[in-house]
């Protein structure tokens, strides 16, 4: 019974270690096709973007809500993405916080 539980706790293991990599990935890529040409490629802007988590959307006051509504709708020069999925957009914006 204990090796069952065992092989089970593998398992899941090893699958969520997968998933987490396939989501880190599928956000990297969105965000270098979407975001990185005017945020620059570690979120730190470029002459055309703001750098991520600049007022008034500091990561410590901008909700990941504001970050999605943001990125779907568009705000001042940034255009809509109405094309990614909310799940995409969820994915992107956890991507966004890990950039340094």
């Known amino acids: 019974?204990?090796?069952?539980?065992?092989a089970i706790l593998v398992v899941l293991a090893v699958a969520m270690?997968?998933?987490?990599?396939?989501?880190?990935d599928d956000a990297a890529a969105t965000?270098?096709?979407?975001?990185?040409?005017?945020h620059?490629?570690?979120?730190?802007g470029s002459p055309i973007g703001l750098k991520l988590g600049v007022t008034p959307f500091k990561a410590s006051k901008g909700t990941d809500a504001d970050w999605a509504k943001i990125t779907k709708e568009g705000k001042g020069k940034m255009p809509p993405y109405k094309t990614l999925s909310d799940d995409q957009i969820k994915?992107?914006?956890k991507y966004m916080?890990?950039?340094?």
Do not use: E, H, I, P
């Not at 019974?1 to 065992?6: F, T, W």
């Not at 965000?31 to 005017?38: G, L, Q």
């Open 1 to 6: 019974m204990m090796k069952k539980v065992l």
């Open 17 to 24: 270690l997968l998933t987490s990599s396939a989501w880190a």
């Open 31 to 38: 965000y270098k096709a979407k975001c990185a040409s005017c």
């Open 40 to 44: 620059g490629a570690d979120g730190n």
């Open 91 to 93: 994915d992107l914006v």
């Open 97 to 100: 916080r890990t950039l340094k």
